[in-house]
């Protein structure tokens, strides 16, 4: 919060400054702000839950979400920072919408309606991550570590802006950081070192499988489409609104190359220690009817920890959430003020418009479904359906008509929805044929500028 008031005095008093820093963040910042806002809660706790779950499977989560997003970065991030100055954007469905000029007014208020509806409920998640932590500690109700997260952000975020969102981000993922790794350090000397613990992790049928069992096609297809589905999932990170406002902050064009290097070498180093740590909660914590595998890293850390450390690991697991709450409620008012009210200029109102969204964003975590990892997938695969074909299109220099853009757009986003309501995800990620059919819609329909 310190950090976050701080911010203050850089501020501008602009919308410009309140959204995008006004394109003034130095790369390594950019870099860590990114990665700490797509290293969420989700890491701490769905991540976690969901290798408790499937086992050593689970890498390849972990290696698609990587590799996909690396291969986005490379295709993608530098002329979208490029086309944000040239445009002098200020959300991600302005740029989305106008990449050609300022024609895309419609094509925009339907970009901001979908990404509200989507981002609310990513912030929701977030929220719920910080009550499901609480809960564990002090058995409180999930609902009061949503409220504490959600005043916490409101209270810097009005303060600051983008400016303070991304100064903590920067905290937040040394605390994440050293957080997931003493956990890792400890988990593997209470079992008795790595050998020890491989002994314990194949004592359990089909744990240390490479692949799960139930893959929508045989044989080496049925892997392939597995893996696949996960890359799209890290390249799914070019239709969410939240990381990539990251990149319009950055100073210079130029400097891509650097953000990116603070930012894949703290996601590897993280994303393998939270996987090491999954693994290791199912022997630790052995399977249980009444147990919420969601539950499983707070858990371990009151079990293995001594007071200080048990703070520190929830200190890691809040920085998660607020880290990545703080930016999606950033990116509904932008979309809010900027997309679907573009009238609204006053700072003022602007700030009133972040305060609202932090009240539905918890409303919402405390009414809704409970489950980490479900909300964040639904949320991420359903933006980057809608979106991520778009994007790529305008990058390889296709230039389509706002009616093609809005028919790729929804038919992207419906697929993913079917593949996900007919539990087809559980097989490949939603993400791969609405991405797809998406682009389909726009290569087919589209020429080349």
């Given at each position: 919060m310190?950090?976050?008031?701080?911010?203050?005095?850089?501020?501008?008093?602009t919308?410009?400054?309140?959204?995008?820093?006004?394109?003034?963040?130095?790369?390594?910042?950019?870099?860590?702000?990114?990665?700490?806002?797509?290293?969420?809660?989700?890491m701490?706790?769905?991540?976690?839950?969901?290798?408790?779950?499937?086992g050593?499977a689970?890498?390849?989560?972990?290696?698609?979400?990587?590799?996909?997003?690396?291969?986005a970065?490379?295709?993608?991030?530098?002329?979208?920072?490029?086309?944000?100055?040239?445009?002098?954007?200020?959300?991600?469905?302005?740029?989305?919408?106008?990449?050609?000029?300022?024609?895309?007014?419609?094509?925009?208020?339907?970009?901001?309606i979908?990404?509200?509806?989507?981002?609310i409920?990513?912030a929701?998640?977030?929220?719920i991550?910080?009550?499901?932590?609480?809960?564990?500690?002090?058995?409180?109700?999930?609902?009061?570590?949503?409220?504490?997260?959600?005043t916490?952000?409101?209270?810097?975020?009005?303060?600051?802006?983008?400016?303070?969102?991304i100064?903590?981000?920067?905290?937040?993922s040394?605390?994440?950081?050293?957080?997931m790794?003493?956990?890792?350090?400890?988990?593997?000397?209470?079992?008795g070192?790595i050998?020890?613990s491989?002994?314990?992790?194949?004592?359990?049928?089909?744990?240390?499988?490479?692949f799960?069992?139930?893959?929508?096609l045989?044989?080496?297809?049925?892997?392939?489409?597995?893996?696949?589905?996960?890359?799209?999932?890290?390249?799914?990170?070019?239709?969410?609104?939240?990381?990539?406002?990251?990149f319009?902050?950055?100073?210079k064009?130029?400097?891509?190359?650097?953000a990116?290097?603070?930012?894949?070498?703290?996601?590897?180093?993280?994303?393998?220690f939270?996987?090491g740590?999954?693994?290791l909660?199912?022997?630790?914590?052995?399977?249980?009817?009444?147990?919420?595998?969601?539950?499983?890293?707070?858990?371990i850390?009151?079990?293995?920890?001594?007071?200080?450390?048990?703070g520190?690991?929830?200190?890691?697991?809040?920085?998660?959430?607020?880290?990545?709450?703080d930016?999606l409620?950033?990116?509904?008012?932008?979309?809010?003020?900027?997309?679907?009210?573009?009238?609204?200029?006053?700072i003022?109102?602007?700030?009133?418009?972040?305060?609202?969204?932090?009240?539905?964003?918890?409303?919402i975590?405390?009414?809704?479904?409970?489950?980490?990892?479900s909300l964040?997938?639904?949320?991420?695969?359903?933006?980057?359906?809608?979106?991520?074909?778009?994007?790529l299109?305008?990058?390889?220099g296709?230039?389509p008509?706002?009616?093609?853009?809005?028919?790729?757009?929804?038919?992207?986003?419906?697929?993913?929805?079917?593949?996900?309501?007919?539990?087809?995800h559980?097989?490949?990620?939603?993400?791969?044929?609405?991405?797809?059919s998406?682009?389909?819609?726009l290569?087919?329909?589209?020429?080349?500028?």
């Amino acid at each position: 919060m310190i950090i976050g008031f701080a911010s203050f005095y850089k501020s501008r008093s602009t919308k410009s400054d309140y959204y995008i820093a006004e394109r003034t963040i130095s790369p390594w910042l950019v870099g860590l702000s990114a990665v700490a806002t797509a290293n969420s809660g989700y890491m701490f706790i769905g991540v976690i839950g969901f290798t408790y779950i499937t086992g050593l499977a689970s890498i390849w989560l972990m290696f698609g979400w990587i590799i996909g997003d690396f291969l986005a970065s490379i295709f993608v991030h530098s002329r979208f920072r490029q086309m944000s100055e040239i445009n002098q954007s200020l959300s991600y469905g302005d740029l989305l919408s106008n990449w050609y000029g300022k024609n895309g007014e419609f094509l925009q208020k339907v970009i901001g309606i979908i990404s509200l509806i989507f981002l609310i409920t990513y912030a929701a998640a977030q929220l719920i991550a910080s009550g499901k932590a609480l809960y564990v500690l002090f058995n409180w109700p999930v609902w009061t570590g949503a409220l504490i997260g959600s005043t916490i952000i409101a209270l810097y975020c009005i303060f600051g802006g983008i400016r303070a969102s991304i100064w903590t981000d920067t905290v937040q993922s040394i605390v994440m950081f050293i957080s997931m790794l003493i956990l890792l350090l400890v988990a593997l000397h209470s079992l008795g070192g790595i050998s020890n613990s491989l002994v314990m992790l194949r004592s359990i049928d089909g744990f240390l499988n490479l692949f799960p069992e139930n893959l929508i096609l045989p044989g080496f297809s049925g892997k392939l489409l597995f893996f696949l589905g996960w890359i799209f999932a890290g390249l799914s990170v070019i239709g969410q609104p939240h990381i990539m406002v990251r990149f319009m902050t950055l100073d210079k064009v130029e400097n891509m190359g650097k953000a990116r290097l603070s930012y894949y070498v703290w996601f590897t180093l993280f994303y393998s220690f939270a996987t090491g740590v999954g693994l290791l909660s199912r022997v630790l914590l052995p399977e249980n009817n009444s147990f919420d595998p969601e539950m499983a890293l707070p858990t371990i850390a009151l079990e293995l920890l001594n007071p200080f450390f048990i703070g520190l690991i929830f200190a890691g697991i809040f920085a998660a959430t607020i880290s990545t709450a703080d930016s999606l409620i950033l990116s509904c008012s932008a979309t809010l003020t900027n997309d679907l009210f573009k009238k609204i200029a006053s700072i003022f109102y602007v700030k009133v418009g972040t305060l609202a969204i932090i009240i539905l964003s918890f409303f919402i975590a405390t009414l809704g479904p409970k489950s980490v990892f479900s909300l964040v997938i639904l949320s991420w695969s359903g933006l980057a359906s809608a979106f991520a074909p778009l994007l790529l299109t305008y990058c390889i220099g296709f230039r389509p008509s706002q009616k093609i853009s809005l028919l790729a757009i929804f038919i992207g986003l419906f697929i993913s929805l079917i593949w996900r309501y007919f539990n087809l995800h559980n097989q490949i990620y939603e993400g791969l044929p609405g991405i797809l059919s998406g682009l389909l819609i726009l290569l087919f329909f589209t020429k080349n500028k």
